[in-house]
């Protein structure tokens, strides 16, 4: 019974994989568990489709620039 913190730091351990994460919850809630993963993409629900395109553009960007 793992969270979805738990399952992308498991998953990330294994895999050279980025993650963008997607709550009803506010940041500052979610902070401490943030913090262990490093700087992942948060959005927060409800958001803009413009916002998860923008999301994953930048996620590809930051992962294309750490694999080179």
């Known amino acids: 019974k793992m969270d979805g913190f738990e ?3 498991h998953l990330r351990s294994r895999y050279d994989i980025s993650f963008i ?3 009803g919850f506010q940041e500052e809630e979610l902070s ?3 913090k ?3 700087s992942p993409i948060l959005l927060v629900k409800p958001f803009d489709p413009d916002d998860l395109k923008l999301a994953i553009d930048q996620t590809h960007k930051k ?3 750490h694999n080179k």
């Open 32 to 34: 401490p568990k943030i």
């Open 36 to 38: 262990t993963m490093g």
């Open 21 to 23: 994460f997607m709550s």
């Open 7 to 9: 399952v992308a730091n």
């Open 63 to 65: 992962h294309k620039a």
